[in-house]
Every structure is written in C-alpha cells, then in structure tokens.
C-alpha cells in the first residue's frame, strides 16, 4: 500500500512555537487594551445551528459558510428527487444541521438572546477566537483564522463608536504600527444615495458593488450596477457621489446638499458629525481618519456606521474593521436591542507584523535558561537549582540526559535560548556556576543567587 503523503486542508496553517509566541503577543496586545476599556471575555462553540449563521451574511456571504454534514447515514432522509437533480443546495438543510461559525458577531447576538437574563446592559464582551469561510486562498486569506472582536450591545450612545476608534488606535499603535488608516462610513448614508436615485430596493447590490471600487476600478463597479438592476441615469448620479473629494468635513456637506431630500441619509450625516465631535477631544497616536462614501462592509446587518482599518506600510487589505447593527438580534426573537463592535484580523496583523520585522525580540524567545547535563551526579546536582530557578519565575530547562557539550550548545542555538549554565565538577565543588552568554559568549562564575539575580 503506497503511503500517503501528510497534508493540511489549503488555507489552513500549522503554527510552530516560534509562531504561537508572536501571535499570542499580538492577542494579549489587544486584550489589554480590550480589557482597558471595560470589556470581558466570553466564547461561543465551534460551531453553531445552520439555521443561525444562514441568513445574516447576504447570499455572497452564505455561500462561504462551511457546513457539517449530519452524523452517520446523512443521505438517509434527503429527498430522492433532489438527489437524482444532483442540486446540492436544494439539499443542504437536509443532510446538514450545523456549520463552522463564519464570524463571531452573530453567535454573540445569539448568545446575548439565550442569555440575556443574566447580562448587565451596556454588555461590553471580547472574544478571540477561530473563524472559518470557504473563501479562495491567497495572501493574506486564508479559510481558516482567527478574529479579535469587541462588541457592546444595549447603547446607541455614538461615544461607543468613537471609543472603538480609540481602540484600534491605541492597539495598532502598541503592536508598533506607525501609518494606518481608519475609514468610517454609514449605512444610512448608503440608504440616502440608494433612495435619492430612486432605487431603495436595491441598496444590498449598490453597496455589494461600490465596496469593490479599490478592486475592479470605477469602470468594474459600473458593469456590476448595470448587472444588479442598475441603469446609465442611475449610474450617473451615483459617479460623482462615489468621486467625492476633500477633507472629511467638505465631503460630509458636499453629500448634505446631495442627500437634502433623504430623511435617512441626512440622519446618517449627523452621526458621523457627531463621531467627528467626540474624537476631537481626543488626540490620536499613530491612526489617520477617513470618511470614505465608497466603504460599504458587505455583511447585511450593518446600520449605522461601519469601520474598516487599513495599513499604509504593507499591501495588504483590510486588518479590521465592524460597524453598528440595529437588530441584529431581532433574528433571534429579541427586539431592538442595538449594537456596535469591531473586529481584528489577527492572522494579517501578524503578517504585517512580520513583513515590517516589529515583533520585539523577547518574542522570539522561550527558555531563558538552559542547564547543561554531564553525567548523573551533575543531574543530581542540578534538580533543586532548576527547582529555584522556576520558583523564580525564570523560564529553565534542564538537559534531559547526558551528553557532549557541543551537542547541548547545538540544543540552545536552536531555541535561542540566551544562557546556559555549565555544571562540571569544579562547580560542583566550588558552589559556584559558570554562566554562559550564549549570543556574546562570555562566561561568568556566580553563585545561585547571582544567577537568579542575573536573569530575573
């Protein structure tokens, strides 16, 4: 029998200990400052019912739930006429009762709804967890990665918003990112446009197309409207909407004099203007701030405003990004329960990260102290130091069997672990330790303490 080869499933990633270091430095980043901000920490189940993740992405975004095909004979109960037309999705909610969460918002608002007895409102949660889309591998997305969000349910305060943009802010800049954008933007300014033009029915496929502006280009947009139910007359009022330009403010009243006749779009005005009004009491550190009419977010339950974070120092796309959400549990049976939250790309954070070389260097170790092992009586010797060392809060290991110096050496360079303490009989004797420096290669006699003394 010929052997098979070991694979992955593509867009997914083993991470090695040198990665897990790295990305768990990015996690506990963000939930300081999470958690500086009043948020706590909740996680939701791998996976949830089909019938709650269906429905709340738009048909784009459903196509890329993966789903789970029931247990055991799952073709058992599947309509046989269905089979024979071999329509797969004709099937699908037949042969299949659950699904790989696609994000974390919406089992957070089904969350909030089984639990919501018990919940102090504002509710502020955190959750970093794995998410899992049947999307197309390439740089910087992948099927399977994890996202940091934070959500707060139970205010339509707008000083909400304007602490999320704080957040990213301050995270952003602690992971030492130094040129980011925050683009902002509101549903109810997509629902303004869409409404002056006369095609209010329609405002899922405007906004489907015009997120794609940095993408396919004006003229891609174009063909995409006039392919969603668009024409030339709509087309043309929409153009110039789309090209604004200038600072945020002359935007927000060129689109005021636009959208003069819409009640909701001009109310969509007046949130941002409000946004703007409270983060001018508030100096940012490193983020720059954008109103971008062409930003859409295209998940459905957006309302109100919306984010997205880019970074101006790596071509990647987005690395963040969230909005308000009306109703969202609404689908659940609970009413007008209004939210608001964000959401990290941990997984392009960390490749920008790596591109730009700015995870520190402690990052980049584990152990900070080997104790080396010659023989069985230096072993003995070395049991309660690595005991003390450890009571210390000083990361050590101790070689697990005897063996040749260079092959120890060897062992430390490779877990670039920065000391070694050699142990020999004149050691022993002496009660005082030869400290290696493993990247210098200066060597030290110290007693146990100024050991400790010396890595704590």
Avoid at 95 to 107: G, M, N, Q, W
Avoid at 109 to 114: E, F, I, K, P, S
Avoid at 271 to 289: C, G, K, N, R, V
Avoid at 374 to 381: H, L, N, P, R, V
Wanted: charged share 25%.
């Amino acid at each position: 029998m010929a052997t098979i080869k070991p694979a992955i499933p593509k867009g997914t990633r083993d991470f090695s200990p040198v990665e897990m270091v790295k990305r768990n430095y990015i996690f506990d980043t963000i939930k300081s400052v999470f958690k500086k901000y009043g948020y706590q920490e909740i996680q939701t189940p791998t996976m949830e019912n089909l019938s709650t993740l269906t429905g709340k992405y738009g048909d784009e975004g459903d196509k890329l739930i993966f789903k789970i095909l029931n247990s055991g004979d799952f073709l058992a109960k599947a309509d046989g006429e269905k089979l024979r037309n071999k329509n797969s999705q004709s099937i699908i909610t037949e042969i299949s009762e659950k699904a790989l969460r696609y994000d974390l918002t919406v089992p957070f608002a089904r969350y909030v709804v089984m639990h919501h007895s018990e919940l102090s409102f504002p509710f502020r949660r955190f959750q970093i967890q794995p998410v899992w889309r049947a999307d197309r591998p390439q740089k910087g997305r992948y099927r399977e990665f994890y996202q940091c969000d934070a959500d707060v349910v139970g205010s339509p305060s707008l000083l909400n918003e304007a602490e999320f943009v704080l957040i990213y802010d301050e995270a952003l800049s602690k992971l030492g990112l130094k040129d980011f954008s925050i683009k902002i933007n509101n549903r109810k300014i997509l629902s303004g446009i869409a409404e002056i033009i006369g095609k209010p029915g329609l405002i899922v496929d405007m906004t489907v197309a015009i997120d794609k502006l940095d993408k396919i280009g004006l003229d891609g947009v174009c063909i995409e409207l006039m392919e969603r139910g668009f024409i030339e007359s709509d087309i043309n009022q929409l153009k110039p909407v789309i090209l604004l330009q200038g600072t945020n403010r002359e935007k927000l009243g060129s689109l005021r004099a636009i959208l003069a006749t819409s009640a909701i779009g001009l109310k969509g005005i007046e949130e941002i203007e409000q946004l703007f009004l409270y983060l001018d009491h508030w100096p940012l550190q490193q983020a720059t701030i954008e109103f971008d009419i062409t930003l859409a977010r295209g998940l459905n339950y957006y309302t109100g405003a919306i984010f997205e974070v880019k970074t101006n120092e790596v071509a990647m796309g987005s690395i963040g990004g969230g909005g308000r959400y009306d109703d969202l549990t609404g689908m659940f049976g609970l009413k007008d329960l209004t939210g608001v939250g964000i959401s990290f790309g941990a997984d392009r954070i960390y490749d920008v990260l790596e591109e730009l070389n700015l995870f520190p260097e402690s990052t980049t170790q584990g152990t900070s102290v080997l104790i080396s092992n010659f023989d069985g009586q230096a072993e003995t010797y070395a049991l309660p130091l690595l005991q003390k060392l450890r009571m210390h809060e000083i990361s050590a290991e101790l070689y697990p069997s005897p063996a040749k110096l260079k092959k120890q050496m060897a062992y430390a360079n490779d877990k670039c672990i920065p000391y070694v303490i050699l142990i020999g009989s004149d050691e022993m004797q002496s009660g005082l330790l030869t400290l290696r420096n493993m990247q210098t290669g200066e060597q030290e006699k110290l007693s146990a303490e100024q050991v400790i003394n010396r890595l704590i």
